[in-house]
């Protein structure tokens, strides 16, 4: 069974912490994605990462950096976590070697900055 | 405009009734189309995808393509309480179906009333 975790379903961090959300997929696929949403607000794509080391900017990158050191692994990082960073975020993966390539999403993390 | 739109709901029928939700797209060049459907705290799961135009089938859902008015839609047939969820149309454009990026829609909550 395919699967994409999380390493964390709730968290709770004080504003000017460092916060790490950490994703793994065992699918072996090229693409991963952070996502943000929002209650009216929808997806909104955080940033994107196509390969190893690779990284891509998505629609929301303010406030936010990103690692991938392993094929496997997509880590999202708040340098200084704000209360406009309460959210819940999503990660997901997807493969480049298909075209009819769906995303598969990881069970999410609900983030509350105070 | 907004690259995906969905009709905004909410959508309310009755338990056995047919649930139609609509999405349009702006990217003529789209090639990939999915719905996800997302309980309420829980992560998007993809349910139908649909790469032609036509009707594909699957139980009790039946998602429709029509790439000249550039409409997709997903109809569910004996409508269940358990089908209530918000409902996320995604389209990979021609540009993004390498990347394997999708666009999605803000969604369609649907409640299902016994």
């Known amino acids: 069974d395919v699967k994409v975790t999380q390493s964390s379903r709730y968290l709770v961090k004080r504003t000017g912490e460092k916060v790490f959300l950490e994703c793994v997929q065992d699918?072996?696929?090229?693409?991963m994605f952070w996502y943000r949403q929002d209650p009216g607000l929808g997806l909104r794509l955080i940033y994107f990462s196509y390969d190893v080391k690779m990284k891509e900017k998505g629609d929301i990158p303010e406030g936010y950096s990103v690692s991938r050191e392993k094929k496997e692994r997509f880590s999202l990082i708040l340098e200084s976590a704000s209360t406009n960073q309460t959210s819940m975020y999503l990660c997901?993966?997807?493969?480049?070697?298909?075209?009819?390539?769906?995303?598969?999403f990881g069970p999410g993390t609900r983030l509350t900055v105070l | 405009q907004k690259e995906v739109e969905q009709n905004s709901g909410p959508l309310s029928v009755p338990e056995g009734a047919i649930a139609s939700l609509n999405c349009t797209y702006s990217d003529r060049g789209s090639q990939s189309f999915f719905w996800y459907r997302q309980y309420s705290g829980k992560s998007p799961e993809l349910i139908m995808s649909i790469y032609s135009n036509g009707d594909k089938e699957d139980g009790r859902f039946t998602a429709q393509l029509n790439k000249a008015s550039q409409y997709v839609s997903l109809l569910i047939r004996d409508s269940q309480p358990s089908d209530s969820a918000t409902y996320l149309c995604?389209?990979?454009?021609?540009?993004?179906?390498?990347?394997?990026?999708?666009?999605f829609g803000d969604g369609t909550t649907l409640t299902v009333k016994p």
């Open positions: 997901a993966s997807s493969s480049r070697r298909v075209i009819r390539n769906e995303q598969f």
């Open positions: 699918m072996d696929h090229e693409n």
């Open positions: 995604a389209v990979n454009s021609a540009e993004n179906t390498n990347a394997g990026k999708s666009t």
